[in-house]
């Protein structure tokens, strides 16, 4: 088809084409690409944060339900997929998260694309954050709803498109709670006074928080003490928790309206015992041995001070997601395979996944990052950063 050979010629001048390269995981961050099997390049692009996929106690519990239940579910949980494995998940995020019930959804995809459109639709309205993820806006787009956008972590924005738009119907606040490509947070405590202010209905995603912030590792919710004003805490298995699947903490009514009325819940196969299992250790691990995510917060914070020793400018985020700007797309796409080059596999982030003009390069921090690699990053990062600039 002509159409597609001329748009996937533009998109690869552009330095915009996605390419998917297939990776063999060695273990402990490490990672070989499909056919140069002499590299081996250190993995800053996992948001397997806590390293949990490898975790013994996750890996067993994962063995086990799969020897006992079996490879897959079967159906899905309104049919005959509904394992009581499922509902002990349930159970341990709704206390984790501290709300009466909880819902598991098949991804964090799913459930974003899933939760709004059963929360709102024609006639209403949502409020998002510009920055909110892509499976944010295609539930925004799906509901129906009318669509506000408001500048990132913009209270005033906000408020001004509340006090002119709110009117009569239903209204979302969407948000995130750590942005994932700039790790940064959002001010929760002021969204949660607006939502009172002006009777919304708030919803949070957590993927990149859950395992990670508040006293307890359920997130930026928890640490903020906003619990009891968040409709729905969203959260997911596949970051930090080293699994795969995603949550929604809520209250027990909204529980039930969600298995009603959330459609990719209701129309989709219930998630494999092994994956159920895994996510149900690496939740006790998580609380078990806070010292995990307090050593993370700190490996961030480490490879932060060494960027700016080494001259890169920027504003890093509050979180184990750290954003180097680089800006044109094409050098972002240099930088990577400059990085690539000396052993350090990063993801150069470019539009449409961020706005237009700030491609860069985000390094997720993991737990297999030792110190003496991270400060060697930076240096490279500088050094590579000053030699464009010079060029
Ligand atoms: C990764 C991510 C998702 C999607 O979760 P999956 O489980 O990967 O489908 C949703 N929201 C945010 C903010 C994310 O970062």
């Excluded at 039930?256 to 219930?270: D, Q």
């Amino acid at each position: 088809m002509e159409r597609l050979t001329s748009w996937l010629a533009e998109r690869r001048n552009q330095g915009l084409l996605r390419e998917l390269v297939p990776v063999e995981r060695v273990g402990n961050g490490r990672l070989r690409l499909a056919g140069s099997p002499a590299d081996l390049l250190w993995d800053f692009s996992s948001n397997d944060y806590l390293a949990l996929a490898e975790h013994p106690a996750v890996i067993s519990e994962s063995r086990k339900q799969l020897e006992e239940l079996g490879a897959g579910s079967g159906a899905a949980r309104l049919m005959s997929g509904d394992l009581s494995l499922h509902h002990r998940l349930e159970e341990e995020i709704a206390r984790f998260k501290g709300t009466p019930a909880a819902l598991i959804f098949g991804s964090g995809y799913l459930a974003n694309i899933g939760i709004i459109p059963a929360l709102v639709g024609r006639g209403d309205l949502i409020f998002g954050d510009r920055l909110n993820h892509a499976s944010i806006y295609d539930g925004c787009l799906l509901s129906g709803a009318k669509f506000q956008r408001f500048r990132h972590n913009d209270l005033e924005h906000l408020e001004e498109l509340l006090r002119r738009q709110r009117g009569k119907g239903e209204a979302l606040i969407v948000v995130e709670s750590i942005y994932s490509m700039d790790g940064d947070r959002a001010p929760l405590k002021e969204l949660a006074a607006l939502k009172d202010k002006y009777s919304c209905l708030l919803m949070v995603d957590e993927a990149h928080a859950t395992g990670i912030f508040g006293s307890r590792g359920s997130g930026v919710i928890e640490e903020d003490g906003v619990s009891a004003q968040v409709d729905v805490a969203m959260g997911t298995f596949g970051k930090a928790l080293g699994s795969y699947g995603a949550y929604a903490a809520v209250s027990s009514e909204m529980q039930a309206y969600l298995v009603n009325r959330a459609r990719s819940f209701v129309y989709a196969t219930a998630l494999p015992p092994a994956v159920v299992g895994a996510s149900l250790a690496a939740l006790t691990v998580v609380q078990n041995e806070p010292e995990r995510r307090l050593n993370l917060l700190a490996k961030a914070a480490f490879f932060k001070r060494c960027l700016q020793e080494n001259g890169v400018a920027g504003d890093f985020g509050h979180s184990q997601i750290v954003p180097v700007l680089v800006g044109d797309s094409t050098l972002a796409l240099a930088a990577a395979n400059l990085l690539r080059a000396a052993g350090l596999y990063v993801t150069p982030v470019r539009p449409p996944t961020v706005p237009e003009g700030t491609a860069r390069l985000r390094f997720s921090i993991t737990l297999h990052h030792p110190d003496d690699l991270l400060r060697r990053a930076a240096e490279l990062v500088g050094r590579t950063l000053a030699d464009f600039e010079q060029s």
